[in-house]
Nanobody, 125 residues
Framework: QVQLVESGGGLVQAGGSLRLSCAVS????????MGWFRQAPGKEREFVAN????????SYSDSVKGRFTISRDNAKNTVYLQMNSLKPEEAAVYYC??????????????????WGQGTQVTVSS
């Protein structure tokens, strides 16, 4: 069984930064694309970023491109999301997820089979 545990969420002022971590246990993350999603109250969960197993290929939603950076450390079975210049509208629960093996460029929820419990990010204006 695969378990994903996010951490690093909290309260930050608009324009500030946070670094989220996702620790994976049960099975190694190498070989799998990992992703981050977020869900604000009353809204659907949306794709934020993903990273191929090698770490060389990343993808971002247009809304976070240039401000967020996804990275991974396969030796530590950990994925990170560095978030800079945060906006109040980006307050949400942020989820880490592991993509189904073989899915190319996974951006949809159904492309992922394991999810963390989420970590709350609050951005004050």
């Amino acid at each position: 069984q695969v378990q994903l545990v996010e951490s690093g969420g909290g309260l930050v002022q608009a324009g500030g930064s946070l670094r989220l971590s996702c620790a994976v246990s049960g099975r190694a993350v190498s070989g799998y694309t990992m992703g981050w999603f977020r869900q604000a109250p009353g809204k659907e969960r949306e794709f934020v970023a993903n990273i191929r197993w090698s770490g060389a290929d990343t993808s971002y939603s247009d809304s976070v491109k240039g401000r967020f950076t996804i990275s991974r450390d396969n030796a530590k079975n950990t994925v990170y999301l560095q978030m800079n210049s945060l906006k109040p509208e980006e307050a949400a629960v942020y989820y880490c997820a592991r993509a189904k093996y073989g899915v190319v460029r996974p951006r949809l929820e159904e492309d992922y089979d394991y999810w963390g419990q989420g970590t709350q990010v609050t951005v004050s204006s």
